[in-house]
T-cell receptor, first 112, second 113 residues
Framework: DAGVIQSPRHEVTEMGQEVTLRCKPI?????LFWYRQTMMRGLELLIY????????DSGMPEDRFSAKMPNASFSTLKIQPSEPRDSAVYFC??????????FGSGTRLTVV | GDSVTQMEGPVTLSEEAFLTINCTYT??????LFWYVQYPGEGLQLLLK?????DKGSNKGFEATYRKETTSFHLEKGSVQVSDSAVYFC????????????FGTGTSLTVIP
């Protein structure tokens, strides 16, 4: 299995631009999670899906952030418009009920 | 609510020293407990886990025992190597919260030759 695949690995964008981060979970996993990691705040859960349905989005910082999971093999996290304070590493993780998370390698986002 | 508290870092050790990273938890029910490791520039990787009281998880020389009486899951290694330098996260998952994990803040370990 190729693991959880995230793209792009690095993204540099200008303030105000739309950014879309992508995630392909492990086949057969029924839950998907988006995390943000910064030095100041550590690892923060943004949103998670069970069976493609958003369960808890209370960690999404504000309306500029949105996430979708149109099918079991793909999810996106969108930031529109982006701001410099959104600069962070964004991780996607997937799991099957009762097992540990598998994390992707992350997308390092820099907003200038 | 469910939570995990782990010792503050950073931790700096000499090669072959003994390592302990403390982790305590608060949870309703009977959670599963995990240690994850994050190497520089990478995502978090599962290091070991324990699913019930008195279980011992082990991997790559690291061990942790699920202690219900002290609500702890301390990570230990008898002899660390430079390659163990990373950030270590304690985490729990409870049946009461579905698949959601609760992570500690992470402990940075640097091993010097």
């Amino acid at each position: 299995d190729a693991g959880v695949i995230q793209s792009p690995r690095h993204e540099v964008t200008e303030m105000g631009q739309e950014v879309t981060l992508r995630c392909k979970p492990i086949s057969g996993h029924n839950s998907l999670f988006w995390y943000r990691q910064t030095m100041m705040r550590g690892l923060e859960l943004l949103i998670y899906f069970n069976n493609n349905v958003p369960i808890d989005d209370s960690g999404m910082p504000e309306d500029r952030f949105s996430a979708k999971m149109p099918n079991a093999s793909f999810s996106t996290l969108k930031i529109q418009p982006s701001e410099p304070r959104d600069s962070a590493v964004y991780f996607c993780a997937s799991t099957l009920t009762g097992y540990g998370y598998t994390f992707g390698s992350g997308t390092r986002l820099t907003v200038v | 609510g469910d939570s995990v508290t782990q010792m503050e870092g950073p931790v700096t050790l000499s090669e072959e020293a003994f390592l302990t990273i403390n982790c305590t938890y608060t949870a309703t029910g009977y959670p599963s407990l995990f240690w994850y490791v994050q190497y520089p520039g990478e995502g978090l990787q599962l290091l070991l886990k324990a699913t019930k009281a008195d279980d011992k998880g082990s991997n790559k020389g690291f061990e942790a025992t699920y202690r219900k009486e002290t609500t702890s899951f301390h990570l230990e290694k008898g002899s660390v190597q430079v390659s163990d330098s990373a950030v270590y996260f304690c985490a729990l998952s409870s049946p009461n919260t579905g698949n959601q994990f609760y992570f500690g803040t992470g402990t940075s370990l640097t091993v010097i030759p």
